[in-house]
């Protein structure tokens, strides 16, 4: 702002002849002869308290005439009390310009002792103070004042110095000023003319300091120095680092001027050949470049309309100067129009026996995609070509949707390509950037079909459940037009600008969780859900896959590891607890990575003997390398309490048991519900309570149960979030049990949602459900009557060793938690309490 307004207001040779007239006035040449006597008369006229203006933005030096800009209240004060009085005040600036009201901290302690000659008061209400610098001072301390800073100033006189030392310094400062005020723009070339009119040394150094272009912490660096000597040595080296950067920034300067020249030469002399060859009707296409990209056009075999695109593009480029930003985004286009496949196809594989087998190498179990993919090629042998191949693989992670989808590309003989849809927000990854935006490509799909280099590939979309939305678009959306078969035969992307045809590309896409993925996406997908792994299956998948990949990553694959199937049992029921097998391939490599090291130890001592080849890893050898086991086998948990029942849950990972724990005190008639529940678990509780408090009679409970008590029901593992209204039975029997005191059965889970009447309606994750029972040691397992259709696809495996209950109420599933209920009958009342409920309470007894 300072120097906005000294741009206005001063120009530089009007301030120049400023200070040079006061250097010229006999007082001061009278001033040069008898230096020590006037220095010791300025110091007995300035005050030992002087009021202080803080500076922003500048420092002023001893000896120079320099208007100031004052705006703030205690800094008018400050002039006006100095004008009134000696005129003497002292100028300090502040350590950051930023402040608005600074104290004592925020401003320097050294600075110039100056005085007042002119003071303008502007319309605006601001102050314009014209001051001459005197002499350097010091703050030693600050005196109070509430109307503007007051300050005992101490007057610093300079000290006689070694003359011929001091002449050196001059003359290397001079020559340094002279060879900076060339160099510099920004000063000019009068500031010489002016410098060489003055003689006193210290007068020199604060001219100098004055004219060079520094921050305010470097000029008051200056300041802080009391001897004439130092002073010098630090503008000496300021002046040659800023002569050092200054001629480094000539030469960059000149650089890219000579650059620009060569440049517009260029241009010139291309802008020439072209002319000349329009005269002469010759084009460029003999250019190598241009031929290539030419003859690429050819070999694509593009339908019409995009070989049409492409052709005008290639003329746009031919007339298009090659240094033309427009040049590059035309070779662009045409590279990846050329390069995305248009015609090329890789043979099916039809043969159904090899398609089985090599999806039986690659995974154990998951028969429901395996069955799906061995319909589809059935039909591709009798059709040939078939629209609606798009498939959905929903499950837990680590159940193999994302290798499952890989094995079948294997199995078919197609190119496989995979895209991370996870996290993706933007519509421009699906469908592209259009080519108006600088760094502009192809979205996802076509990247992927360049890589894929078939037009029929088989194009995994992993995580589809987890795309997000935003201000760019909702990538989600573009997909319905990629994964509708009636719309992706003329999928168009914004970079491309024309049809490409989707319609040979066999979709599979992988989610956690089902109600995640749009219903309008899901519409145009095949579901197919897969379950979490049982015991029996982990151990076949570790044995057939899982041991042998790990083996010979480890180059264990040339010993005889023998770990055996009860010690994979062991590392499956006490180290893991998952729905899939990735933990479980992890304590595996762990358990393998032990093993390396005891062979290299044992190799080691055994250098000159036989080498031993065989180890056995067995149930010892596995708590040796994993530690304590982590899981517990819950059987031993199983028992009858009071207010605890066992629910089944289904999360994102799998199933999992539930417990719910409800407890009844004396209190106010509340129901508390601790366990981080949502909203629909917590509306679940208030209608299970309801249930019971409108059934209490029939359910053997007196009808004040409640009176008098607060009821409090937790869900272990209260930092999980949990939710979702298939808890309903489980809080109803928890409740129950709490008030009638009856023990619920320990081995006996459910799941089910339960309406005001007592009805149990059905829900979903039946099979994982059911999976997390089994893995828990649960026997008998309460689900909803509606559910029970769902039990035909569930595997074998998974029902054996359990008894699965279908229900219809409350009152069935009470039987098998309970036993027999017996209703509450009210004891008939005595002769005094039919008297006192007459009364309303009163006896007549006196």
């Keep these: 702002m300072l120097h906005g307004f000294l741009k206005q207001h001063l120009n530089f040779s009007i301030l120049q002849g400023l200070i040079l007239q006061r250097r010229s006035t006999p007082e001061l040449m009278e001033e040069k002869i008898q230096a020590s006597e006037t ?69 320097f302690k050294e600075g110039t002792i100056a005085k007042i000659i002119q003071i303008l008061k502007l319309p605006n209400g601001l102050m314009k103070i014209l001051v001459d610098g005197i002499i350097q001072g010091k703050i030693t301390d600050f005196v109070e004042n509430d109307k503007f800073f007051e300050a005992d100033v101490e007057v610093i006189l300079p000290e006689s110095e070694d003359q011929r030392e001091l002449n050196a310094l001059v003359r290397q400062m001079s020559s340094l000023f002279k060879e900076y005020v060339k160099i510099n723009k920004n000063v000019p070339a009068e500031a010489i003319s002016a410098y060489e009119n003055i003689d006193e040394p210290d007068r020199k150094l604060f001219y100098v300091a004055a004219n060079i272009n520094q921050s305010i912490e470097v000029k008051q660096s200056i300041l802080q120095k009391f001897q004439l000597k130092d002073q010098l040595f630090s503008v000496i080296k300021i002046l040659n680092s800023e002569i050092d950067i200054l001629q480094v920034e000539k030469e960059i300067e000149s650089k890219v001027q000579e650059n620009i020249a060569k440049t517009q030469r260029k241009f010139i002399i291309q802008e020439q050949i072209r002319i000349l060859q329009d005269e002469l009707g010759e084009d460029d296409e003999n250019s190598p470049e241009l031929t290539k990209l030419r003859d690429k056009i050819k070999k694509a075999k593009m339908p019409k309309e995009v070989e049409k695109k492409a ?224 015991e029996f299956e982990k151990l076949e998948i570790a044995k057939r896959h899982i041991l042998p990949k790990q083996l010979k990553s480890h180059g264990l694959d040339k010993f005889e590891i023998d770990l055996n199937d009860k010690s994979t049992l062991k590392i499956i029921s006490e180290f893991t607890r998952e729905a899939g097998v990735r933990n479980l391939e992890r304590e595996i490599a762990k358990v393998l990575r032990k093993t390396a090291r005891d062979i290299v130890i044992d190799r080691a001592k055994k250098k000159a003997g036989r080498k031993k080849t065989k180890f056995t890893i067995d149930a010892k050898k596995i708590e040796e390398y994993l530690g304590v086991p982590r899981f517990r086998k819950s059987r031993a948990e199983i028992n009858d309490k009071i207010g605890s029942v066992t629910g089944l849950a289904w999360t994102s990972v799998g199933g999992d048991i539930l417990a719910v724990d409800a407890t009844v005190m004396p209190g106010s008639e509340k129901l508390t519900l601790t ?53 309903g039975i489980t809080l109803t029997m928890a409740l129950y049990s709490a008030f009638s005191g009856k023990p619920a059965k320990g081995d006996v889970a459910m799941t089910g949602e339960i309406t005001l009447r007592g009805n149990v309606l059905p829900i979903g994750g039946l099979s994982e459900k059911l999976i997390a029972a089994k893995r828990n040691g649960i026997i008998k397992v309460i689900i909803p009557k509606e559910n029970e259709k769902d039990l035909v696809e569930i595997k074998p495996a998974v029902k054996e060793g359990l008894e699965i209950i279908p229900v219809e109420n409350i009152d069935e599933a009470m039987k098998h938690v309970f036993g027999k209920i017996t209703p509450y009958k009210a004891k008939p009342k005595t002769e005094k309490e039919t008297i006192e409920s007459e009364n309303g309470g009163k006896s007549d007894d006196k």
């Design 311 to 534: 052709v005008d593009e290639f003329n746009k480029l031919k007339k298009t100067p090659p240094n033309s930003p427009e040049s590059t985004v035309l070779r662009n286009y045409l590279d990846w129009i050329t390069e995305v496949p248009w015609y090329k196809a890789t043979k099916d594989n039809l043969d159904l026996e090899n398609v089985r087998k090599i999806l039986d190498q690659d995974h154990f179990g998951l028969e429901k995609p395996k069955d799906r993919i061995i319909e589809h090629i059935a039909v591709l042998n009798l059709v040939k070509n078939m629209k609606g191949q798009i498939l959905c693989f929903v499950g837990p992670p680590g159940v193999g949707k994302t290798s499952l989808g890989r094995s079948i590309a294997r199995a078919l003989g197609r190119n496989f390509i995979r895209i991370s849809l996870g996290g993706v927000r933007d519509e421009a990854e699906i469908r592209g950037h259009r080519r108006t935006y600088i760094g502009s490509m192809p979205g996802k799909i076509v990247q992927s079909m360049k890589k894929a280099k078939s037009v029929n590939p088989v194009m995994l979309l992993d995580e589809i459940d987890k795309m997000s939305m935003d201000f760019r678009g909702d990538p989600s959306s573009a997909m319905l037009e990629v994964l509708d078969p009636e719309q992706n035969n003329t999928f168009n992307d914004h970079y491309l600008d024309v049809d490409y045809d989707l319609s040979q590309v066999m979709f599979i896409t992988t989610a956690n969780v089902r109600y995640n993925i749009p219903l309008p996406l899901q519409d145009r997908m095949e579901i197919i859900e897969l379950p979490g792994y049982l």
């Design 675 to 727: 366990g981080q529940l949502g909203n629909v678990m917590k509306e679940s509780a208030q209608a299970a309570l309801s249930f019971i408090r409108s059934n209490a009679a029939k359910l053997g409970l007196p009808p004040n149960f409640q009176k008098g008590k607060e009821i409090h029901v937790h869900l272990p593992e209260g930092a999980i979030p949990k939710d979702g209204p298939s808890a």
């Design 39 to 107: 220095d010791f008369s300025i110091v007995e006229d300035i005050p030992k308290r002087l009021p202080v203006l803080p500076l922003r933005d500048n420092v002023i030096f001893p000896y120079m005439i320099f208007p100031v800009l004052v705006g703030r209240e205690q800094s008018i004060r400050a002039a006006n009390y100095s004008l009134e009085n000696s005129k003497y005040i002292f100028l300090s600036a502040q350590k950051k310009s930023n402040i608005e009201e600074p104290g004592f901290d925020d401003i």
